[in-house]
C-alpha cells in the first residue's frame, strides 16, 4: 500500500510527477540537488494547483490536500526515509541513474519499492547496483504529466509481481493507465516517437518544409494532437538526444541523432526549457 511517495529530481517530469500524485492523495516529497531547480518546481507546482482549481480540474479538497502533503528539500535522504515509493527523474544519464539509485537503496525504508522514469534505459541495469532488484521497475511518464494518462510499466529481470501490482496500484489511483511492457531499449513509446522527432529534424535540415509546416502537415494530416518538433521542445532538445544516443548505440543506425540536434543542444537551445528550441519562447 503506497502512501507516500518520493520524486528525485524536480525538472520538466518531476515537478509534473509531484504535482499528479499530490493532487491524487499521495504524501509527497520532491527532492532535486538544485535549490534553483526545487523553487522552480514549487512555483510550478503552485501555479498549476491554483490554475487547475479555477478551471475546475482540480476540486479544493484536492487543492487543500496538495498545499498540505507536498514537501520540497534538496537532500536525499530526508525525501525518501519514509517513502513508500520512490520515483526517479533525473536526466537520461545510466551512470546518473546507477549512482542515485544506490543512495535510494542505502536510505530508503526496506520496503519501499524503487521506480525510474527513464524514457529509453533498462530498469535492469538500473536495479543491479541495489540490493533489492526485486523493488525496482520502470514507470515511464508522459510530458505534461497532469494531462497525459499513460504510464508504460517495465519489469526489469528480477522485479517481483508485488511490485508491479504496487505500481500498477499507485499508478491507477492518479487517475492514468498502466501498460506492460518488456523491456527493450525505448519501450514502445519512446522507440516510437523519437524516430518521428527525428524524421523531422531531417526534413527541417533537408529544407523539405519549415518547421511550422512540418509541425502542421503532422497535426492535421496525421492527426497527432501536436506536431514532433513543438512536442521535441517540450520534452526538452537536451533530454531528447540523450534518448537518441542511448537508442542509437543499442539499436542502431535507425537511430542516429539528427545532426540539426545535436547543433542545437550545443547552441543551448533546448526548447521550452531554455526559452527557445525550434520555437521562440520569449
Ligand atoms: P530535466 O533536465 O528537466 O530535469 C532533471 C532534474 O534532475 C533537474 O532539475 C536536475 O537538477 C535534477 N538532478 C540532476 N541530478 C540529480 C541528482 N543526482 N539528484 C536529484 N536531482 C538531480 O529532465 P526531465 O525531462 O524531467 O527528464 C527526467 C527523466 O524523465 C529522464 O530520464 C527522461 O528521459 C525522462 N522522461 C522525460 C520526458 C520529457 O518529456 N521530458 C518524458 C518521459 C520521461
Known sequence: MVNRIAVIG???????????????????TLQDI?????????EYIEALLGKSRENGYVQQHQEIWAKKNLYYTTELQKAVSKADLVIEAVPEIIELKI?????????APAHAVLATNTSTMSPTEIAASTTRPDQCIA?????????MKLIEIIRGLDTSGETIEIVKQAAEKMGKVPVEVNEFPGFVTSRMNCLIGNEAMNM??????????????????LNHPMGPLELADLVGLDTRLRNMEYLYRHLGEKYR????????????RLGRKSGRGFYDYS
Do not use: C, W
Open 204 to 221: 527541417l535540415m533537408e529544407g523539405v518544409a519549415s518547421i511550422e509546416d512540418i509541425d502542421k502537415a503532422i497535426k492535421y494530416g
Open 99 to 107: 549512482e542515485v539509485f544506490k543512495q535510494l537503496d542505502k536510505y
Open 34 to 42: 538544485s535549490t534553483e531547480a526545487v523553487e522552480i518546481a514549487r
Open 257 to 268: 541523432p539528427s545532426p540539426i540536434l545535436v547543433k542545437y543542444v550545443k547552441a543551448g
Open 10 to 28: 524536480g525538472g520538466t517530469m518531476g515537478r509534473g510527477i509531484a504535482y499528479t500524485a499530490a493532487i491524487s492523495g499521495f504524501e509527497v
Open 139 to 147: 514507470m515511464h511518464f508522459f510530458n505534461p504529466v497532469h494531462q
